[in-house]
């Protein structure tokens, strides 16, 4: 019982899911820290109202603060804009680059159609004799 556990956590995935969560903590800090030092007191500059948690309203003796849902919701969209501008968009590119091809460096031989460097003059495989390409 106890090697199937040691087993269970020294697999690549549990590792790797641990590192992930410990990562994804560190940048929750980074981009919490990001809209609250920086982009909030912008859209406070612009608005004229950092923070809208004293906004409220009563009825029937029952207190309703929507000024939390509406900082709650800022705070939503700046993080996610954060996220995308700081994260997605340059990985996304960063894929786009990695997944263009590169230049050809074989082509096939003409008697056993396997994959030859251009410049053979031979099939390393049927050993035809292959003129190689300019």
Do not use: W
């Not at 410990?22 to 950092?50: C, M, Q, S, W």
């Not at 460097?117 to 292959?130: D, G, L, T, V």
């Amino acid at each position: 019982m106890i090697k199937g556990f040691r087993d269970f956590i020294l697999r690549g995935n549990v590792i790797e899911l641990a590192i992930a969560v410990v990562i994804g903590l560190a940048f929750n800090t980074v981009v919490t820290a990001l809209v609250k030092d920086l982009l909030t007191p912008l859209i406070a500059a612009i608005v004229g109202r950092p923070n809208f948690s004293n906004l409220s309203f009563t009825v029937n003796a029952s207190h309703f603060a929507y000024g939390d849902v509406i900082n709650a919701i800022i705070s939503f969209i700046l993080i996610a804009a954060a996220v995308y501008f700081a994260v997605v968009l340059p990985m996304n590119a960063l894929a786009a680059r990695r997944a263009r091809p590169g230049p050809v460096t074989t082509r096939k031989c003409p008697e056993c159609l396997s994959d030859i460097p251009k410049p053979a003059r031979r099939c390393s495989f049927c050993a035809q004799p292959s003129a190689p390409e300019a």
